[in-house]
């Protein structure tokens, strides 16, 4: 099986997090990945992309072709709309409904909102909503991952909440406990929906 | 089975290089290179071996202490981003000259497409130049092997090997497999004072050295582990051939090629594998240079080639002039059909980077545009870290980013033309970096510049590194020569806009060279000194 993913959002709202925790959970299930990041001026508020590449083969290309990525996890709904062209038919888009304004000429939510439900597949949720109405305003990023969790299929929910276990695990077990919460949210708001 | 690591590029380079014995990384923060000297940084093995990782003042002094520290014999590795090439060129140049004694690495990091940088230069012409043995993986793991390799050469060509990556490379992670760990190598200064005296009788003789080792060079090219030919039938004639460069050899392998058979000769090791290049193009209609960066393995091809062979690449358009490679544009030069079910979204508009809400160079800016409106024919000209962004809206602020310390030798150059008021922007790291010298000229000069190092305390744009200044600006200052009362320092905060904005008109107005230092701690560093007290705490 092979899986590419591309994760989006704004500097500094928690990708590379989400990035780390897949790539943790396919390195201890001895899945092949790679996952290009990006560093540098982009993190100033500007928009971030990770591209994630998982498989049970091995992977030559850092970078996923356009028309090819299985699902775009967002953290933004805009974010999740500039990577379209990398989706393939029937690819998945999961994100978040919160917009995030730091520009002048951000699109007006409706319009935002109609492009979101042309796509045929996709799941969004007002995750920072979520986040803060469960007091866990920094596991906005934890409880999109729950949401894509069971549409990432090489990899398991489960796999993926032992993962969060070992990643957090040096910040204690408050920490760890709060983040696996937060994917349970993501996980239980999927399946309800 | 060896464990395996998940590990950027750049950390597969600083792991191998650990392994292959080095004793010290020389570096000067840029993208896409710094977390090399970072890794090394928090390495606990490099801790316990106490090998040197501290920052240096720019790429020169980190050029020239790594070659120190091999002329003492032992092994050393120096990082930058391609354009830092450009300050330790001197040095780098040469080191080919005078040769090594202990293995010697030199690191560029290469930013095809310019995601954080000023240029796209591609630093292959660089080992050209100086002749020496280039390395250029195509994947993390080839990349920590490749460091051991690169010493070993090094060691044994007695020459400088320069390993040249891309972003996608330094920035993108993938499971590593790690082999032994050599030891340090001991003490053993050069005793040769005929290579190491670059007299020109001396230099001379290393010059004609250095040309003479060059069949050596392309032997080892032509048989490196690195470099290897694939899918040439010789009992027929393909229709293509691909030489792939780097990482472009991991593009041209996701192509699906319909059943077409395509010979590969991959290319990591440089000089170029002459003969393997005759020997693919024998068997194929035409060949296709798919290399990231600038066309410099396309024009060498062309002239290794009878001049009406077909060459194709970036020269030919059938790839991109500029930007870097994708799995996309490699496709279509091999010719995949590339299918894209959805189209670019109207909706989508761009986001592009910004200061730090609380950032004090946002009061720098709001301040200097405050005292420019006063004065319709000011210039100010801007310098290359965070504050670049003063280019962008709202401020718009700068006039000019050039180069490292480019701010106040412009400043001054336009100053001497008659440009008033010339003011300079340029950070705390910057300064320290390559702005000092212009001071300096502009101090013995007596220009009529006012110079503002806004300071932060650290390198902030690639992540918060030391900065080499840190607590001596007023005395370098002083030091150069500016005058006491007109170094000024400022905490830059909106509440003392007035006293900032008199202070910069007061400069303005002295005709004479004033620096202006407003003092505050960049938001991102002192964020998480607070996060990390307050899981101390905890």
């Known amino acids: 099986m092979r899986k590419d993913i591309i994760l989006s959002g704004v500097g500094g709202q928690g990708i590379l997090t989400i990035a780390t925790i897949i790539g943790e959970a396919a390195t201890t299930a001895g899945i092949n990945l790679k996952q290009a990041e990006v560093h540098g001026m982009s993190q100033r508020g500007g928009d971030v992309q990770s591209n994630l590449r998982l498989s049970d083969e091995k992977i030559y290309s850092d970078l996923i072709a356009q028309g090819e990525a299985d699902m775009i996890i967002s953290m933004e709904p805009m974010e999740a709309l500039r990577y379209l062209p990398y989706l393939r038919e029937e690819g998945w888009v999961i994100t978040s409904a919160n917009p995030y304004k730091n520009i002048s000429d951000y699109p007006e939510e409706e319009r935002l909102m109609r492009a979101l439900e042309d796509i045929p597949h996709v799941v969004k949720l007002e995750i920072e909503d979520v986040a803060k109405e469960h007091n866990m305003p920094k596991c906005a990023n934890v409880i999109l991952l729950g949401m894509a969790a069971k549409y990432i299929e090489i990899l398991s929910p489960q796999q993926l909440r032992e993962s969060i276990g070992r990643v957090f695990a040096a910040k204690g077990s408050k920490v760890v406990e709060m983040n696996q919460k937060a994917f349970d949210i993501g996980l239980n708001a999927v399946k309800n929906g | 089975m060896t464990e395996k690591k998940l590990l950027l590029g750049d950390e597969a380079i600083a792991l191998g290089a650990i392994h292959a014995g080095i004793s010290g990384v020389y570096a000067y923060p840029g993208t896409p290179s710094t977390e090399i000297t970072e890794f090394i940084q928090n390495s606990s093995l490099a801790k316990e071996r106490k090998l040197h990782s501290t920052w240096c003042t720019n790429e020169k002094t980190a050029m020239e202490a790594a070659l120190g520290m091999s002329y003492a014999g032992k092994r050393a590795l ?46 292959r012409f660089y080992g050209k130049f100086a002749m020496i043995p280039i390395l250029e993986p195509s994947s993390q793991q080839e990349a920590y092997d490749m460091m051991d390799y690169a010493y070993t050469l090094s060691e044994h060509l007695r020459l400088p090997v320069l390993m040249r990556v891309v972003t996608r490379l330094a920035h993108s992670r993938a499971g590593v497999e790690v082999a032994a760990i050599r030891e340090e190598n001991p003490l053993n200064p050069d005793n040769e004072r005929t290579h190491w005296v670059l007299l020109p009788g001396n230099a001379r003789r290393q010059y004609q050295a250095l040309v003479e080792k060059q069949n050596e060079l392309e032997e080892s090219s032509s048989k490196s582990p690195y470099n290897c030919l694939e899918g040439l039938d010789q009992g027929c004639k393909h229709e293509l051939g691909v030489i792939a460069c780097g990482i472009g050899y991991n593009y041209v392998k996701e192509v699906d090629t319909d059943g077409r058979s395509i010979p590969i000769l991959k290319v990591s090791q440089y000089p170029l594998p002459v003969e393997e290049i005759r020997r693919m193009a024998s068997g194929c209609g035409h060949v296709l240079v798919v290399e990231d960066g600038q066309p410099f393995v396309e024009e060498q091809v062309r002239a290794i080639l009878s001049s009406d062979y077909e060459v194709k690449g970036r020269l030919t358009n059938t790839l991109p002039r500029t930007g870097e490679l994708t799995p996309d544009n490699v496709g279509e030069a091999i010719g995949r059909n590339i299918k894209r079910p959805f189209g670019n979204s109207q909706v989508v508009m761009p986001r592009p980077p910004a200061l730090c809400q609380g950032c004090g160079h946002r009061d720098v800016y709001d301040a200097l545009n405050k005292v420019a409106a006063e004065y319709p024919d000011a210039r100010i000209f801007g310098d290359i870290g965070c504050y670049t962004l003063g280019a962008l809206p709202p401020f718009r602020a700068i006039d000019s980013c050039v180069d490292m310390g480019a701010s106040i030798t ?54 918060g590194q030391d900065s080499a200044g840190t607590n001596k ?28 904005t008199r202070i910069i008109r007061q400069e303005v107005e002295y005709k004479g060279v004033s620096v202006i230092i407003p003092r505050r701690e960049c938001i991102q560093t002192l964020n998480r000194k607070l996060r990390q007290k307050k899981a101390d705490k905890e």
């Open chain 2, 410 to 463: 412009m400043a001054k150059g336009a100053s001497d033309a008659g440009v008033f008021p010339a003011i300079a922007v340029i950070g705390d790291s910057t300064f320290t970096h390559s702005g000092m010298t212009g001071l300096l000229d502009a101090v013995n000069d007596r220009a009529n510049i006012t110079v503002i190092i806004s300071d932060n305390l650290t390198t902030a744009m690639t992540g």
């Open chain 2, 78 to 123: 120096v990082c930058m981003k391609h354009v830092g090439m450009n300050v330790a060129a001197d040095a780098f140049v040469n080191s080919a000259i005078t040769g090594v004694n202990g293995g010697l690495v030199v690191l560029a990091a290469d930013d095809p497409s310019m995601h954080s940088s000023q240029n796209e230069q591609d630093s």
């Open chain 2, 473 to 500: 600006f007023e005395a370098i200052c002083l030091g150069l020569g500016v005058e006491p009362e007109h170094v000024r320092v400022v905490v830059p905060l909106p509440k003392n806009m007035e006293e900032i």
